[in-house]
């Protein structure tokens, strides 16, 4: 998923930067205040561990294959504050050593995959892991199933969320630069989601498989973020409730698709219909041109439809929880 | 439509460093390079006219042209690059018209041919020296620094790890389905992981008794010289020419 | 001056295993000491702890006069080159030659380049300095881990098992440069065939100092090696074994010199008595 350059609208890429440089300053911020010096070489050899783990190749079928994208892995075993510096890390030398990812996409590329995917793959997995994993883990097993689950969800919204973000990407710079940056929406949103659902698969059964050997083997490497104190404190209390945390992460990854909105609203909603002219006036015919009506509303409805899912997944999520607890959120 | 995944093979061949070391774009100081290569990719990335795009293509070309990097890796490098592009590119050509399409695949391809040319032309933790001497944060660098290292040492027992699964009959799965296939793969992945957790530990030691305080820093750091001002200056004007052309402040 | 002072130093470990009991052990300068004994035996403890990596203890420790304690550490450090075992643990640049300067560049030093080809020479590295230090053997690893260490010009030296995993060249590449090496040094190891040629003293170390003196005495002492579990040198068996069949060495020999001068001696011995007997 890393996007090279000249490919979005510079609008978008600015955003896509905007965005990035906000988030991962409040995190290396946040990070800095939760590590020690001496923390370094073990983030430091995590980075590498999914670094290296990004060049195994898992296959699909049919002779592809896929590779891990690791926010989510990282997420779980770290948290995701450290996760966002870290993946960060990981697709800066990525770049510098490969020339994989471009540098006016770079914070777009940092949106995608090291910031909404560890908050979607740690966010859902805070979410659905007491829900579903009840009691201890059977002999012999890192977790029970209900854990394993969780873990995998989390793992596949991880890519899927970002693919989305992804296409949206595009399609917005399609849409806003009539034409001249990006992918149209009915190209790269099927293209996009569809590929991506099945490499989450493969993703979910990669992460939980090495969460579950790790955690057997050298479980000093989960630095979980319960070991800290809970305020006690009012606004802060309601937040170190993990619960919490983790629908603020999901809610942040999808927020950071809002401003998208906002510009394809402002400036797209035009581009679409002028596309069509241009299409009509411009030197060789195209071969293919989306329906229009369809289309004006297409890319409103999907955005408007997600963010409506995603809201009442949540609320739903939440109102299960408080009904079955009666214990306090943890 | 199928997107061919080929990070995962992309390899950094040694002999890229030795080239680099010898040749003049190597020896020229990372922070004019990074600069230099970003003012370029920036301005090339505004452009949306086919004429100015193709000066930026052609630039691009004989940048790479005259770096002494392999043409060989170049181009390896780049058709791992091009499927994506490709995708952008036929799919803006069907929608938009053949020129847009054009526009598109040659615009990235300058890009990235610019970065890959900057990437693969100097020493990797040089690169991230500029970056710390630019004003990137000390914890940045500080943990590219060190991943770099250990990337290096995980990458070696990943190889050692896949030949010897492969002396043991191990080709690969099969599929998704494949569930003792994907279940190898992640025992491998596994195993990076807790071999890198021992290093660990004794890694922030080994970095104390050698008196590290949290910051990278270089035994000999390189000035800006003449060759170095030459370089941004180049990049820096003809990419203002370029931009002014595209924004119509020239015509 | 005192380059180490330990009284009374006693560790135990997170989980509550003791490490090192009671220990007492001074160094002057100019001494080079192995301290050996059993796996487990805290060893490593004893070298890593002294490096102060490891507080809180009981007991005091002094280098070079400083007494270490957690705020003291990083002052300490500044005289102390500890060698880890595993050389990946303390290389951290993309070539020999900066990984060298590594250590004076961090603490600030005079003159990096100098002392960077010094440390070269002394290892007899200097065709390596621009090469890159992941892909070099073992052994050469291990020398560049040295050559990082002796740029920084310490005090005092601490090697935790110097020649373990070396092939038979390296090893006694090795051994000669640590022999020849005029610093003061404090060497864990298995190697007694090592030590036998480097130091002067050794320490007998399970968990507290079963023994501290020359190496010589301590192979003497069949039931205090064989209690730690330890194998005396290849030469030193033999002339148990020659001293058992009538062939007495005046003093059992640990080195090969040693050995060599104390067959020549037999040999001569028994030519004389040879030449006795024709008579």
Redesign the interface.
């Known amino acids: 998923m890393?996007?090279?350059?000249?490919?979005?609208d510079?609008l978008v890429?600015g955003l896509g930067w905007l965005e990035f440089v906000v988030i991962a300053a409040v995190a290396?911020y946040m990070?800095?205040r939760r590590t020690k010096?001496?923390d370094?070489?073990?983030?430091?050899?995590?980075?590498?561990?999914i670094?290296?783990?990004?060049?195994?190749?898992?296959?699909?079928?049919?002779g592809?294959?896929?590779?891990?994208i690791g926010g989510a892995l990282f997420a779980i075993m770290v948290g995701p504050v450290i996760a966002i510096?870290?993946m960060?890390?990981?697709l800066?030398?990525?770049?510098?050593?490969?020339?994989?990812g471009?540098?006016?996409a770079f914070g777009l590329n940092a949106v995608n995959m090291a910031i909404i995917a560890p908050l979607m793959g740690w966010g859902v997995y805070t979410m659905l892991k007491p829900l579903l994993s009840k009691g201890e883990a059977p002999s012999g097993k890192a977790f029970t199933a209900g854990e394993a689950f969780a873990i995998g969800a989390g793992a596949w919204a991880s890519v899927f969320v970002a693919s989305a973000a992804c296409a949206a990407e595009?399609a917005v710079s399609?849409a806003v630069?009539d034409?001249?940056?990006?992918?149209?929406a009915t190209?790269?949103v099927p293209?996009m989601l569809?590929?991506h659902a099945?490499i989450g698969?493969?993703e979910a059964?990669?992460t939980?498989?090495?969460a579950?050997?790790?955690l057997k083997?050298?479980p000093?490497?989960f630095k979980s973020t319960a070991s800290r104190p809970a305020a006690t404190i009012g606004l802060k209390s309601i937040f170190s409730s993990r619960i919490a945390q983790a629908t603020v992460a999901i809610l942040i990854a999808f927020a950071l698709a809002l401003p998208l909105y906002f510009i394809y609203s402002s400036e797209g909603a035009d581009g679409l219909e002028k596309?069509m002219e241009?299409?009509g006036i411009?030197?060789?015919e195209?071969?293919?041109?989306?329906p229009f009506t369809y289309g004006e509303n297409y890319f409103a409805a999907l955005f408007a439809g997600i963010l409506g899912f995603v809201a009442v997944a949540l609320l739903g999520l939440g109102m299960m929880r408080v009904l079955r607890a009666g214990r306090p959120a943890e | 439509m199928i997107v061919a995944h080929v990070r995962g093979h992309h390899t950094r061949p040694e002999e890229l460093d030795e080239h680099a070391r010898a040749s003049w774009l190597g020896r020229l100081d990372p922070r004019a390079k990074i600069v230099g290569v970003v003012v370029f990719v920036v301005a090339t990335a505004l452009l949306t006219q086919t004429e100015l795009i193709l000066a930026s293509l052609l630039l691009a070309v004989s940048f790479g042209a005259m770096s002494q990097v392999p043409y060989r890796h170049l181009i390896r490098m780049y058709l791992g690059a091009l499927p994506f592009i490709l995708v952008a590119s036929v799919s803006v050509f069907l929608f938009s018209g053949l020129e847009r399409g054009f526009d598109m695949w040659a615009r990235t391809s300058s890009c990235v041919l610019a970065l890959l040319v900057l990437a693969s032309g100097t020493e990797t933790f040089e690169l991230f020296a500029g970056l710390r001497r630019l004003k990137v944060p000390k914890l940045v660098s500080a943990l590219l620094m060190l991943t770099y290292k250990y990337i290096l040492i995980l990458g070696d027992e990943l190889e050692r790890m896949k030949t010897a699964r492969t002396a043991r009959g191990f080709k690969g799965g099969r599929g998704l389905l494949d569930g003792r296939g994907l279940r190898i793969i992640s025992y491998t992945a596994g195993m990076v992981f807790v071999r890198a957790s021992a290093r660990a530990d004794n890694g922030y030691e080994g970095l104390m008794a050698r008196g590290f305080r949290m910051d990278m820093k270089q035994m000999r750091t390189s000035r800006l010289e003449a060759g170095d001002f030459a370089f941004m200056a180049w990049f820096a004007c003809l990419s203002s020419l370029l931009v002014m052309f595209q924004l119509g402040v020239i015509q | 001056m005192r380059v180490l002072n330990v009284k009374a130093l006693s560790f135990t470990y997170e989980d509550g295993t003791p490490a090192l009991k009671d220990v007492d052990l001074t160094i002057e300068e100019g001494e080079k000491v192995a301290v050996i004994g059993p796996n487990g035996a805290g060893k490593s403890t004893l070298l890593h702890l002294v490096a102060g990596f490891r507080t809180p203890f009981h007991g005091s420790v002094s280098v070079m006069e400083i007494v270490l304690d957690e705020r003291t550490a990083d002052k300490v450090r500044r005289h102390i080159g500890l060698l880890f075992q595993d050389p990946d643990d303390q290389i951290f640049m993309p070539t020999v030659e900066e990984d060298v300067g590594f250590g004076p560049v961090n603490l600030g030093l005079d003159s990096v380049e100098d002392r960077v080809s010094r440390a070269l020479r002394s290892t007899s590295i200097e065709d390596l300095a621009k090469r890159k230090p992941h892909r070099l053997s073992h052994g050469m690893k291990k020398r560049v881990a040295i050559a990082g260490v002796l740029a920084m010009e310490p005090d005092l030296l601490l090697l935790d098992e110097p020649t373990a995993g070396l092939d038979p060249r390296s090893r006694s590449g090795l051994i000669e440069l640590l022999r020849n090496m005029d610093k003061t040094m404090l060497i864990a190891t298995h190697d007694l065939e090592a030590v036998a040629e480097i130091v002067d003293r050794v320490i007998l170390l399970n968990g507290s100092i079963v023994f501290d003196g020359g190496l010589a005495e301590l192979m003497a002492q069949d039931t205090v090696l064989e209690k730690a579990g330890l194998e005396p040198p290849q030469i030193s068996k033999l002339f148990k074994r020659l001293r058992g069949m009538g062939y007495d060495a005046k003093v059992l020999p640990v080195t090969l010199d040693q050995a060599v001068a104390e067959t020549v001696r037999l040999a001569d011995r028994e030519k004389g008595r040879s030449r006795d007997r024709k008579t």
């Open positions: 890393h996007i090279p350059d000249g490919l979005m510079p890429a290396i990070s800095g010096d001496k370094l070489p073990r983030i430091a050899v995590l980075c590498a561990g670094f290296v783990a990004q060049m195994l190749n898992f296959p699909i079928g049919g592809t294959t896929g590779h891990l510096v870290g960060t890390v990981i800066l030398i990525q770049a510098l050593m490969f020339g994989d471009g540098l006016t595009l399609y630069s034409g001249a940056y990006g992918i149209a190209v790269s293209a569809g590929y099945v698969v493969g059964i990669i939980v498989g090495v579950a050997y790790v083997v050298a000093e490497m596309t241009d299409a411009g030197e060789s195209p071969l293919l041109t989306s």
